[in-house]
């Protein structure tokens, strides 16, 4: 029997390979969730760099609630302008779209994210 571990880690990896294959050479832009905060980043497969980054420890609205996680994704939205990035795909890394995930990805994409 595996752990919850494991089983996150596996499933998050199924998700990453579908996108993989269906990217068409776009970054990635990648959610972390935790207890306590919620951390994305905008990352380039091909080339192994992050493009952009933004966590609820550097945003006004500190914490792991949905106005944290709104506030995240309107600053990753920002910072992927700056970076000229502008279609991205999301990779929930394994969590349910819903709740903080999806307040994330809806504020990123009302700040101007395509995906």
């Known amino acids: 029997m595996k752990s919850a571990h494991a089983n996150t880690k ?3 990896q199924r998700v990453r390979r579908r996108l993989k294959k269906n990217n068409n050479g776009r970054p990635r832009l990648s959610v ?3 207890s306590k905060n ?4 905008i990352i380039d497969d091909a080339q192994g760099v992050t493009l952009a980054a933004a966590s609820s420890l550097e945003s006004k609205d500190k914490g792991s609630d949905v106005a944290a996680a709104q506030a995240v994704g309107k600053l ?3 910072r992927a302008a700056k970076a000229k990035v502008g279609d991205v795909v999301f990779d929930r890394g394994g969590y ?3 709740g903080r995930v999806k307040a994330l990805a809806d504020a990123a994409r009302d700040a101007g994210l395509k995906f």
């Open 96 to 98: 349910l779209f819903h």
């Open 10 to 12: 596996r499933r998050a």
């Open 76 to 78: 990753i939205a920002e």
């Open 38 to 41: 919620i951390y994305a980043q």
């Open 32 to 34: 972390f969730r935790s």
